[in-house]
């Protein structure tokens, strides 16, 4: 099989891509290097006390893939708890949710092999091997099949079986119950957690801290999470997108140009969920704005039913898209893919946007009609020398390249130490990443931000 057919039947499998350079780098080697970790000390705790005892070697793989894997699934939850200093760590919540699910694959395999080790050696005694099948046999290993057994069908909906984003994220919350029966399955089958004070602290503790993030985030984080009342002042329909500004009640919400919220809206149908949305106005405006593109059931049939006057709930802000651009005195480039826009618009209007380097700009729209902040966009940079606003219809110039990009901004120049900020299309932004890095750029100077959190 040829690379790109085989990158293509892995992407099938797995609803993001890690294969593509830019994923590797800021999100899939922190991952592996924290499983490791959590692999490595978990596994040079338990072995004193195993080699102690009688040593057989698939009991010994069993029992380090059980204590690893419980370990790790816990570690699955906590990332997704939506911590800033996790946060902080992979460089945007967005990427936290991808670690979040890469981890818990590679969790998910390791416990698998917990059965299979205990199932190789039973056989060809089949009464004990029933025993690691089939739920009721025997009370504490009862535990840990129904919860490999629910882990499976879980997984099936992640990778599988393409379920709507609401029913899979509520299945989704099941995890938790995984979790909760395979600790249960442990304290009640594996002596040694008990015997060895080490170990079970180790193991008791990461598994504890697991569920508790898992009640925090299903029940807690709604009440005690950095939560706003807001008010809906002002809503529009612009072609495909519902723009909204909002009013916080009680307190100002800060937040740094490219960071988004997840808004609860309880006046319509679907309340309990929280979506994300880039804002797209300036800190230091009185309402917050937030342009959201008519894409899948809630934003195209609920959400523009919303009025002004409507009570609504922001958690947040979330984010590092904008960082880099606060922080670092560099040339930039900026590429927008359709709604991708938003985090932009909001860095334009930053008040210091003006006293930075050198911006190229380059908002890419399928035609006119859908380039609605155009105006807006070529408003704000009026007074700025430094920023170089380019819309690219694609529709008339064909797909933006990163050679098209350097020749209309940088014209013989090359990339260096540039910046490259990148928000819109999963595949336009992994695309772009891959040419820079070909044409020299750093990938850790790539920025982006994935308006898909799974
Ligand atoms: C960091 C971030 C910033 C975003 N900013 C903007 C923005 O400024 N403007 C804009 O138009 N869109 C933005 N989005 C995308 C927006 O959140 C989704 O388009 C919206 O949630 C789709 O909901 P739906 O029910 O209409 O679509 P569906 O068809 O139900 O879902 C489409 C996809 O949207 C995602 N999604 C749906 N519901 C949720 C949810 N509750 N939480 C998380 N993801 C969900 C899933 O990946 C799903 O596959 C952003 C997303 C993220 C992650």
Redesign the pocket.
């Given at each position: 099989m040829d690379n790109k057919k085989y990158k293509k039947k892995i992407e099938k499998i797995l609803p993001f891509s890690f294969m593509d350079k830019i994923n590797r780098i800021q999100f899939v080697y922190k991952s592996l290097k924290i499983v490791l970790i959590v692999g490595l000390i978990t596994f040079l705790i338990w072995f004193p006390h195993m080699v102690r005892s009688h040593f057989e070697i698939y009991l010994f793989l069993s029992k380090a893939s059980a204590l690893i894997g419980l370990c790790l699934l816990s570690l699955t939850i906590i990332l997704s708890l939506r911590n800033n200093f996790v946060e902080s760590f992979f460089g945007?919540?967005?990427k936290v949710?991808k670690a979040h699910h890469f981890v818990g694959i590679i969790a998910a395999i390791v416990i698998l092999l917990h059965p299979i080790f205990l199932i190789v050696r039973a056989i060809p005694d089949w009464d004990s091997t029933l025993v690691y099948i089939v739920p009721g046999m025997s009370t504490s290993i009862t535990y840990g099949i129904l919860s490999l057994y629910l882990m499976l069908i879980l997984l099936a909906f992640t990778l599988i079986i393409k379920l709507?984003?609401?029913i899979?994220?509520f299945t989704h919350h099941f995890m938790g119950v995984v979790l909760i029966l395979a600790t249960w399955h442990t304290l009640a089958s594996a002596r040694h957690i008990i015997e060895f004070p080490l170990l079970g602290i180790w193991v008791l503790l990461f598994a504890s801290i697991g569920i508790i993030s898992y009640f925090y985030t299903l029940f807690l984080y709604r009440i005690i999470g950095p939560k706003f009342r807001a008010s809906v002042e002002y809503v529009k329909i612009k072609g495909d997108?519902?723009e909204i500004k909002l009013k916080t009640i009680d307190k100002k919400i800060k937040f740094h140009p490219g960071q988004?919220i997840?808004i609860k809206f309880p006046t319509l149908e679907?309340s309990f969920?929280?979506?994300?949305?880039?804002?797209?106005s300036s800190n230091s405006e009185d309402l917050i704005r937030?342009?959201?593109?008519?894409?899948?059931?809630?934003?195209?049939?609920?959400?523009p039913k919303i009025n002004a006057g409507d009570k609504i709930y922001l958690y947040g802000p979330?984010?590092k898209?904008g960082e880099k651009y606060l922080f670092e005195k560099k040339d930039m480039i900026w590429i927008a893919g359709g709604?991708?826009v938003?985090?932009f618009i909001s860095m334009l209007k930053h008040k210091n946007s003006s006293k930075y380097n050198k911006i190229n700009f380059i908002w890419t729209c399928k035609d006119e009609k859908s380039a609605v902040y155009d105006k807006e966009i070529k408003n704000i940079i009026k007074e700025n020398d430094n920023i170089n606003y380019i819309l690219w219809l694609s529709k008339e110039r064909g797909r933006l390249s990163a050679k098209a990009i350097m020749d209309l901004c940088h014209p013989g120049e090359k990339i260096n130490d540039k910046l490259i900020f990148l928000c819109g299309p999963n595949k336009m932004m992994m695309e772009l990443s891959d040419q820079f890095i070909k044409m020299g750029a750093k990938p850790n100077n790539i920025i982006f931000?994935?308006?898909?959190?799974?």
């Open positions: 945007g919540l967005d949710y709507p984003y609401k899979w994220h997108i519902t988004f997840f679907n969920e929280m979506f994300p949305f880039s804002i797209s937030i342009s959201a593109k008519m894409s899948g059931d809630f934003t195209s049939h609920k959400l979330y984010g898209f709604i991708g938003t985090p931000e994935d308006f898909n959190l799974i």
